[in-house]
């Protein structure tokens, strides 16, 4: 219980970190990380609500080889 808590605040000690350097230039564009990071986060997608299913490059392989047999290519 005790690292929990332990981690938490280190984990809250972090995010002021990070917020407070984004009011920095950026080392190559000279424009504030903030402000960057205003015009990506536009650009972002929502996340699905609901799960989707995962596969791996094999099963993908193994889909595709099946649907090349059944339809003769």
């Not at 564009?29 to 960057?36: N, P």
């Amino acid at each position: 219980m005790e690292e929990q808590v332990q981690q938490e605040q280190e984990d809250v000690g972090l995010q002021e970190e990070m917020t407070k350097d984004r009011n920095r230039p950026h080392y190559e564009k000279g424009v504030l990380i903030e402000e960057l990071w205003e015009e990506d986060k536009n650009q972002l997608k929502a996340l699905p609500v609901s799960n989707l299913p995962i596969y791996s490059i094999d099963s993908l392989f193994a889909v595709v080889f099946i649907l090349l047999l059944k339809h003769g290519l």
